[in-house]
């Protein structure tokens, strides 16, 4: 899409170069293709460092971008990104299109339903109620249980189990709200990425990011009713027990186990080989592998010794 | 139904007026074609202004109904409540009536169950393995992504999203239980009510009401794996954060925010603009808009002051 | 399966008479045609009293079998049984066999499945997108709305209600780790049992045994969203409320009731009556019926002391 039509359905002035633009990004992975933006100015130092196209923001802040990015001078840029989202949203479900191809020895039971452009390797078993979108690929010897939901373009590796009522790519909770308190939707023009051997259970969610991808990465172990939100990774091996809640853009380490019922908040990184116990609220990222609990989150044996300090205050 | 017959499948003696009987609600808001019932005494200052034909009542509280309600005596109110719901309990599906009504430019993919007497308007996208039962509104440019479930008599807006796996309209958790510890199911013969421009993420949970309508209304925003109990209503604009477990009969006010993994006792009311942080236990009414954490609740800052007492405790 | 080719096929040495070996199971549990295993020296008590054929155990631990049961001498107890779990797993889904079986009256909508070998009641409806695999067998009056899962060789009662997306029988988070971090899946053979008269809310998610059965027992009533782990047992008339999560072997008693978000630590039991507040975390077992909360669990009434405990050092 040309910039100038952009700018035209947003009534943002605009009136360089006709430049082809491919989508949206964040400051730091924005292409020379795609569009940003700058609401908070607090991340105002990636400005300098951004190769994007042009980017959504204020007046006051235009000043710090690089010569080459071109300034879109807009009140509430958040709003506009969001705006400008829909623009790049792709149809949810074609009909048209390469007829999805299956891997020999791969079984595709009755009721199960497969999209356009859809890849489905060798020795895979796609049960009944299944739904595989647009352009979806998965690896060999894959198994999808019952009722399984794949949104388009979401990637799935070899020797991959997904249990029943599981939904991959869903969309991020994404949104703007303007001053009055209304929402706008952002668009998740991202994916879901599962390599190899990775098991999930039963009516887990993992959301498709808003940019690039979420990523489940090699080996991982997901129990039943986790929540994994958009832009979050997972390290190779990681363990997540049943009704854990991973915000937006978590980044998990190898071997990283969290705990029943455990959570993060968004944006923080967790360090390899660390456990979070049961019900862990992680708050901020983990630089030193080992045991955490408690909420807010701290060591585990500071947990326990919090614990005992609160029994013995109760006796007196 | 006749009340008479209601009495007779019940062995309630009754030898009054022939009355047609349309349903069963709460004291408060039943009319003159509806039956209701008094169990605990703390409600029984709702006797007097109820417009009830007939009420479930003990000997003992029957003098406090208006002349105007026919007080049925009864050891066990709730249980007898209970077993009168189950006559009133529409089927679960019809086959006959009109056939599902589609509106211009909508459409239904394979494998999407649309049963007789649904309504769906213009401009709207069903996919595979959704199930929308009878009677079912849905406005204009409403998705449902695959393996949504709708139960019968649920309304849905217009502009509306809702993703995989998400149940809209299941029973709500309600069962009267005897002396001897069984439990009598109360049939659930309300439905769910989701205005224009509402969001709901994948695999999340709203039951329908008991009596009248579980309601979301404008532009909420639901993410995944959120519970919403029978009877509650989410004002404007309101934000559920993933994994939220709301009880039964929670009123929210417009732009209230819960995040992640917080919820509420049931019969209760959050003010507009009120922000719960993640893991917040809202155990009773809050009145005054602000941000609150904790279980039990609190203020947030007087929460964030806690966790500070508590570390230096610890270092003594 | 002979012994020979077991160990045949594990690399493990074996030398003896040739046994048909019928499954793994559980030392206490395991008959003269299972083969069991011995990973921690804490559970070495068990095994004087093992009926088992055989025994994956190291060689320090081997003397202590009786001389009926054969010592399989490995390194890595665990790891083996889970490479053995593998070749006693029965097929996913199987279309030979015989054409299910469908009782009087019973109603099958449109898009449900329903799996070779499978046996459903009297009376029964269930409702499109339904998944029943092989083997599976449903009584009498039972429902299970859309989108349900039952996996195979499960059982559910009569005059039972699950509702929709809820999945029964899905395998147990059960793996062994290696020492180098990899995770190696344990199948889980067994199966769901539900008794009569169980009512399951939606989005729920019980495990199948990795032995033998997890157990709901008769007139259990399950909310939305609620996890049971494998191996957990149910007791008659059970109330577990909205995002409760139960951990493997979890086992509680008749009427026991477990408030919303509530959750057990594996491996404990829980008294016939006992009620858990809302968020009580079962941290060990509940051996005095009571009302209990807090986590750690505690006595109700010394959570609430605590909390007005820690609100008179805040006026401080």
Redesign the interface.
């Given at each position: 899409m040309k910039l100038s039509e952009i700018c035209g359905r947003l009534s943002v002035e605009y009136t360089g170069d006709e430049i082809e633009i491919s989508g949206l990004n964040a400051l730091s992975d924005a292409d020379k293709s795609e569009v940003s933006f700058l609401e908070k100015p607090k991340y105002a130092s990636q400005l300098s460092g951004t190769r994007a196209a042009a980017v959504f923001i204020t007046q006051e802040m235009a000043s710090k971008l690089p010569e080459s990015t071109i300034a879109l001078i807009v009140e509430e840029p958040y709003i506009t990104l969001a705006k400008a989202s829909a623009f790049f949203a792709p149809k949810?479900?074609e009909n048209s299109g390469d007829a999805p191809s299956i891997g020999e020895a791969s079984v595709v039971?009755?009721?199960a339903?497969i999209a356009a452009g859809a890849q489905i390797g060798q020795g895979c078993?796609i049960?009944?109620?299944v739904?595989i979108g647009n352009n979806v690929r998965v690896g060999d010897n894959t198994?999808l249980?019952?009722?399984v939901?794949i949104?388009r373009d979401c990637e799935i590796g070899n020797d991959c189990?997904i249990?029943?009522?599981t939904?991959i790519g869903?969309?991020g909770?994404g949104?703007a709200?303007t001053k009055t308190?209304?929402?706008v939707?952002i668009y998740q023009n991202g994916n879901v990425v599962i390599e190899d051997d990775v098991?999930i259970?039963?009516?887990?969610?993992i959301?498709r990011a808003v940019f690039s991808s979420t990523v489940i990465k090699k080996?991982a172990?997901i129990?039943?009713?986790v929540?994994i939100?958009h832009n979050c990774v997972i390290g190779e091996?990681s363990?997540l027990?049943?009704?854990v809640?991973l915000?937006g853009s978590s980044r998990l380490g190898?071997?990283v186990v969290m705990g029943?019922?455990s959570?993060t908040?968004g944006h923080l990184e967790i360090a390899p080989?660390t456990t979070i116990a049961?019900?862990g609220?992680v708050t901020k990222s983990v630089k030193a592998p080992g045991l955490y609990g408690g909420?807010?989150l701290m060591e585990h044996k500071?947990w326990l010794?919090?614990?005992g300090?609160?029994s013995r205050?109760?006796k007196k």
């Open positions: 949810r479900l039971e009755p009721g339903y078993h049960m009944p109620g739904f198994v249980y019952p009722n939901t949104y189990i249990h029943a009522g939904v869903s969309d909770f949104f709200t308190g209304e929402h939707k098991e259970g039963a009516n887990t969610t959301d080996g172990r129990d039943n009713l929540q939100g091996y363990v027990v049943s009704q809640g915000a190898r071997n029943g019922q959570a908040a080989f049961a019900r609220g909420f807010p500071r010794k919090l614990q300090l609160l205050l109760l």
